[in-house]
């Protein structure tokens, strides 16, 4: 078994913002495709939005910091 070395702290950082980009996108879709009429259908297309605007808020979160961590730092910085 080969040993594959582990993928740099902002890479698994960047995958995950991806992810939660891709999850906001497909929530979005989701509730935009939504036939369903009335107050309770308007509260969970509301509910959705919420979410994904959170996943989107969550993947600006994670690039911030792959960008911090990828910054280059004096040497005895911690």
């Not at 009429?37 to 994670?62: I, K, M, N, S, Y």
């Amino acid at each position: 078994m080969t040993d594959a070395p582990a993928p740099a702290p902002a890479d698994g950082l960047r995958a995950h913002s991806a992810a939660l980009r891709s999850h906001a996108e497909r929530l979005r879709r989701a509730a935009g495709d939504l036939r369903w009429q009335g107050p309770r259908a308007d509260a969970l297309r509301a509910e959705v939005a919420g979410l994904a605007d959170r996943c989107a808020t969550a993947a600006g979160g994670f690039d911030l910091a792959a960008a911090q961590l990828a910054e280059p730092r004096p040497p005895g910085t911690p």
